[in-house]
């Protein structure tokens, strides 16, 4: 046909073209060729085994856009002649000795569509009648396994993305395909059984299966596939989709309707830990990665059957799947550098650790006994894995691994948070024998082990009780005792800052914290964090600070003129003071002010008189800055007619 010779020309002009132009213009040409009536008969010969790859694929492409958007095309008359031919087709492609994969993809994706427009009404019996044509040439050719296979798995997958299907005609395809999985089942186990397949049968059996579970296959229907699926965990080439086909089962929104294949599903799961000490003691984060995905997605799906169990054995594996995802959490190496598996887990054990908190008090206690010591040992973890790396390290890494580790540790804080939420009083214990072992031992402890502590104490800040005060105040008046550390420094500050609230209530240990705040100030690489805690504390506890007054103030005003402070922190430290001095009467506030207010008028009308560029524009704005944060943030107590201090210092 002329039609095949022009096909082929225009193929190899879009292949082979470099000018766009004649690559669009061959393109629209395909394109109205695949829309035309001829087409249905320009396919055939295309598929032509003498044909290259390209032709082919065109092809097949072309006859699965007009089963799909041109079916009414197809009179019904000729609907058998065009399955036969097709099923012709595809059995030859898969009989040849080197089977062209893309081409035979493509054409079971046309047979998959054709049976979705067919059912139920032109092609009754569906899959028994298709696995029938299949099996007879698999008699003859092993290799036709393969093109059953891939029929097989598309089908549900085109089930999926294609819209076409719509109302009844969905719901009737849907079950069709519901009955007809019972069919396909059979041949998956079937193929999994035969050991005389190559492993790229028993690849796409498991495969197959994979696409019938996100069907929506019930669990039931698939449970006899799970030790065929845990012993294949071995086989390095099967691992992968093993994995991939337990996660859906594990996953899949109608799992939850069948508990029992679930406890067997958790059964199963918790003898792979062995296999997962292996994979750590090997390096093999591939192996790690897979166990650890089976596991966050079962315990993610199904934390209420794990934590609900209705005998000793069930509640000895549910304990040890918590254990087993422990065992994940606490991979060795630095995050993101060493491996990825840990990060994984975090929002498993906020959902776990959130479960048992819902629950009523007796309920919740009884859980907190049965899984305290695993919730113990996963504050350990995370006091372990939310160390910095060293120094070196950290100076290779990019600006965005370092934002990456940055946002795990804030995974690390916000899942020790919740432990603080349950755990309370017990946590703080916890975290105080460590910082209180780590000061003992400060000169073989790594100071990332003591940054570390102070980051977790700084996370569980929020919410504490009376009970957790002691070990609160015994770490607060420890921080002085830091060996000497920039990050120490820095943490500590943090940590400061964020227990303000607490010190309002304890203010008898803000003589042994605004010191450390202070001498801070004058650090470069400390002030940052110095600025945040000091304006923390101003702004709570304020009231406590106001018979400190006199040492206070000169000191924050030689911070400001130091030239160790950024802008952002000098607005930081004057907000400070405006928080202090709004304590004190209007009269008592008046000298500090004109001290704080006068330097800034003459630098002001020293800029004035200067001629105008970058830098001074940008002194002028760090000038407007320090005097916008005293008029925002001072608060006086003023009485009737009293004057604002502000306006009384500038008609000075």
């Known amino acids: 046909m002329d039609s095949v010779s022009q096909v082929e020309q ?73 399955r036969l031919r097709l099923f012709k087709c595809i059995i030859d492609f898969a009989a040849v000795a080197v089977v062209r994969k893309l081409v ?27 696995v029938l044509t299949f099996n007879r040439s698999i008699a003859k050719n092993c290799n036709v396994w393969i093109a059953l296979l891939e029929f097989l798995t598309v089908l549900p997958e085109e089930f999926h993305t294609h819209t076409y299907l719509s109302g009844s005609k969905k719901v009737a395809v849907r079950q069709e395909l519901d009955s007809g999985s019972t069919t396909v089942l059979a041949v998956i186990e079937g193929g999994l059984q035969d050991q005389s397949l190559s492993p790229d049968v ?21 449970e006899k596939f799970l030790s065929l699926l845990y012993n294949s965990l071995a086989d390095m080439n099967l691992c992968e989709i093993a994995i991939d086909c337990l996660v859906e089962m594990a996953a899949h929104p109608n799992s939850t309707q069948y508990p029992l294949s679930v406890r067997k599903l958790i059964s199963l799961t918790v003898q792979l830990a062995p296999e997962l000490e292996r994979m750590k003691l090997e390096g093999d984060l591939n192996g790690c990665h897979s166990i650890s995905r089976l596991v966050v997605a079962l315990i993610e799906a199904h934390v209420a059957l794990i934590l609900w169990t209705n005998s000793e054995i069930e509640q000895q594996e549910a304990v040890a799947l918590m254990y087993l995802l422990l065992k994940v959490t606490d991979m060795p190496g630095c995050y993101s550098a060493e491996e990825t598996c840990s990060e994984t887990t975090f ?22 006994l049965v899984f305290g010591d695993l919730l113990l040992s996963l504050l350990k973890v995370l006091l372990r894995k939310v160390q910095l790396p060293s120094d070196s390290w950290r100076q290779c890494w990019t600006h965005d691994e370092k934002e990456q580790f940055r946002c795990y540790r804030e995974d690390i804080g916000d899942t020790a948070m919740y432990l603080h939420g349950l755990l309370g009083v017990t946590l703080f214990e916890e975290i105080h024998k460590t910082f209180q072992r780590q000061l003992l031992e400060r000169d073989t402890t790594p100071w990332q082990a003591i940054e570390a502590t102070l980051y977790l104490l700084r996370s569980v800040a929020e919410n504490t009780t009376d009970d957790e005060d002691p070990h609160i105040s015994a ?27 607490w010190l309002s209530s304890h203010a008898e240990l803000l003589q042994c914290v605004l010191p450390l705040l202070l001498s801070g100030l004058s650090d470069r690489e400390v002030a940052p964090a110095a600025a945040i805690a000091l304006r923390d504390v101003g702004e709570v506890c304020a009231e406590h600070l106001t018979c400190l007054v006199d040492q206070l103030i000169p000191i924050c005003q030689d911070a400001v003129c130091g ?65 916008s944060a005293i008029c925002r943030t001072l608060d006086p107590k003023l009485q009737g007619s009293d004057q604002h201090p502000v306006q009384k210092i500038f008609y000075w």
């Open 104 to 130: 035979l993809g493509k054409l079971c994706v046309a047979l998959a569509i054709l049976l979705l427009n067919a059912v139920p009404d032109q092609w009754p019996a569906a899959f028994q009648s298709a």
């Open 202 to 222: 028993h690849l796409l059996c498991l495969r197959c299966l994979k696409s019938w579970v996100q069907f929506g296959v019930s669990l039931a229907k698939v």
């Open 347 to 368: 929002n498993a054990w906020y959902l776990f650790i959130d479960e048992i908190s819902v629950q009523k008090p007796e309920v919740s206690q009884q859980l907190r």
């Open 475 to 501: 770490m607060i008046s420890n921080l002085n005792n830091l060996p000497s550390h920039s990050q120490l420094a820095y943490r500590s500050m943090l940590v400061i800052g964020s227990y303000s609230d």
């Open 563 to 627: 030239g160790v402070l950024e802008t952002r922190e000098c607005v930081r430290v004057f907000e400070t003071m405006a928080f202090v001095l709004s304590t004190l009467s209007v009269q008592a506030m008046l000298p500090f002010l004109e001290a704080l207010f006068v330097p800034r008028a003459v630098q002001l009308k020293r800029l004035s008189e200067t001629h105008p560029d970058s830098s001074v524009r940008a002194l002028v704005h760090r000038e407007m800055r320090l005097l």
């Open 10 to 82: 225009a193929l190899k002009q879009l292949y082979s073209s470099t000018e766009s132009g004649p690559r669009n213009a061959a393109q629209s040409w395909l394109l109205a060729v695949q829309q035309s009536q001829e087409a249905w008969e320009l396919v055939w010969f295309l598929l032509e085994e003498h044909k290259s790859t390209e032709v082919q694929f065109f092809g097949a492409s072309t006859l699965a856009v007009k089963i799909h958007k041109y079916w009414h095309e197809v009179a019904p008359e000729s609907f058998d002649d065009l």
